[in-house]
């Protein structure tokens, strides 16, 4: 072996950890302190990777409702708001609504849980259903005007006419903007895609690289969380607002993308064994099963290969 | 809360907004959690301290002010943290003579590391198929040399020669990334 050779051997030993520095190799590597240094931040970056964002977020953003709806008590919340919210949320009363209030300044938040949902008014006039699992935080300029949503989940939106922007902002990256309309959107962060339907007006979408997509009534626009892409999606208008009427329209829809509808939807846990039938399995048709047990029952039926079980909460689909 | 410093471009993000909260969480966590598991050697209490950092953050939002780049601030914000839980851990567990507390860090190159590290995800990426395959597989899947040989069905040989290509075309990319 040529020196050259034993000793770029010696240092990548030592680097791979599969032979101890000695005394006399440790000068090697001591002169290749850039190599080290390299290693070392491959190393840092490989430890980066084992730590995930998403799921961490959950965790903090949790913690942070929990502290915010803490603060606020409801009646004031309530008291806050525009007559048309206070009477619906009177009505209901508590027992049904298990939306959260926090209002502070100009800015309201409204969480709906999992299996619950409810409709409010903004402080401009807008209404909004919100379709369960879903997160609104408003923000309203008295000054400027501007209307500024953080929000994700599902929900339809009737916005009150204004020459000031409504803009909505969705997790990863996708902003709408609208003048004053009507059209639903599609966000949660767990979907692969997110949607916006319009029904009547004119809305914008963006993502963070300022591509634009312009919608007009009838159109949906479909966003990519993962590559930012946005584009126009063939499909029926109505059916992306079948949550509205308690409907679930499929159209060659996965299982697991129906499970996740219906966890959202009915508050439970769906698990699939083996895991792969989520992706093997499609469904076209609609659902229009107003309990959970329902909608089992009819997917079994539509699909002759499964069964499930149910215990409490927590549902398990499985191959027969 | 406020962000005083106009050097960089990035740091206009106010927490104000939850949105940018989530965005900063979102770029800064994985990071931060390398960082602090260079302290603890510990995972779980990794993301614990930093989830904990950022919390208070967003708590202190109308207070803080951060007079400087905001990853330079996480950093020693969460680096003071996962000394505060060494401590406790220590006298937890009455061991306080192997604590260790003297962990030496350079301020000022706390950044210049993260900068570092930044510029080595590109070359990584940059780096050729065969020779990212085996680098990946040594630094990232913390595969022994024998082992790689054996699933590429290659010698030990070929994956030191790949193991040294790859190092030294990262170290002839970042002098030119460096350099710019």
């Known amino acids: 072996m040529k020196p050259e050779e034993e000793n770029r051997n010696t240092i990548i030993d030592q680097l791979t950890g599969e032979k101890r520095a000695e005394v006399e190799s440790e000068s090697r590597i001591g002169q290749n302190s850039a190599l080290t240094k390299i290693w070392e931040a491959a190393g840092f970056i490989s430890t980066m990777n084992r730590f995930n964002s998403s799921e961490a977020w959950r965790v903090v953003n949790q913690s942070i409702e929990k502290q915010n709806t803490r603060k606020i008590r409801l009646q004031k919340a309530v008291y806050a708001m525009s007559g048309v919210a206070a009477a619906i949320v009177l009505m209901l009363g508590l027992a049904v609504f298990t939306g959260q209030f926090s209002i502070t300044e100009n800015k309201m938040r409204l969480t709906t849980a999992y299996g619950s949902r409810t409709e409010l008014t903004l402080p401009d006039g807008s209404q909004v259903k919100l379709n369960s699992g879903s997160n609104i935080d408003y923000h309203y300029n008295r000054v400027t005007g501007i209307r500024k949503v953080n929000f994700e989940g599902e929900a339809f939106f009737d916005v009150a006419k204004s020459k000031k922007p409504f803009v909505i902002q969705t997790p990863k990256g996708m902003q709408l903007k609208v003048l004053g309309t009507s059209f639903n959107l599609s966000a949660y962060p767990e979907d692969k895609y997110f949607e916006a339907t319009l029904i009547e007006g004119k809305i914008e979408l963006s993502n963070a690289n300022g591509e634009k997509l312009i919608l007009k009534p009838g159109q949906i626009g479909s966003y990519d969380p993962l590559s930012s892409h946005l584009v126009y999606k063939q499909g029926d208008p109505s059916l992306e607002m079948g949550w509205l009427d308690n409907k679930i329209y499929l159209d060659n829809t996965s299982l697991s993308r129906l499970s996740r509808q219906l966890e959202r939807r009915f508050d439970v846990q769906i698990s699939m064994i083996p895991a792969s039938i989520g992706q093997e399995i499609h469904y076209t048709g609609v659902l229009g099963e107003q309990t959970i047990t329902d909608v089992l029952e009819a997917l079994t039926e539509l699909n002759g290969e499964i069964r499930y079980q149910m215990k409490g909460k927590n549902i398990t689909i499985m191959n027969k | ?180």
Not at chain 2, 23 to 37: E, G, S
Not at chain 2, 76 to 96: D, F, G, I, Q
Request: with cysteine; proline share 2%; hydrophobic share 40%.
């Open chain 2, 1 to 180: 809360m406020k962000i005083e410093n106009e050097d960089n471009a990035h740091l206009t993000y106010s927490f104000s907004d939850y949105a940018s909260f989530n965005k900063i969480f979102d770029l800064y966590y994985p990071r931060l959690c390398a960082y602090v598991f260079q302290i603890t050697n510990n995972s779980n209490a990794s993301e614990d301290i930093v989830q904990e950092v950022f919390i208070r953050l967003w708590n202190g939002r109308e207070r803080i002010v951060i007079h400087e780049h905001l990853l330079g601030y996480l950093l020693k914000a969460s680096r003071n943290a996962a000394l505060n839980y060494l401590r406790s851990e220590a006298s937890r567990k009455k061991t306080m003579e192997s604590l260790p507390v003297d962990i030496e860090i350079n301020e000022s190159n706390l950044l210049e590391e993260q900068e570092f590290i930044d510029l080595v995800t590109e070359c990584i990426e940059e780096l050729p198929e065969r020779s990212k395959q085996v680098f990946l597989m040594s630094r990232f899947e913390g595969l022994k040399q024998k082992e790689i040989a054996d699933k590429l069905g290659v010698s030990i040989k070929t994956i030191k020669n790949q193991i040294w290509k790859s190092l030294q075309y990262l170290k002839s990319c970042l002098e030119i990334k460096e350099a710019l």
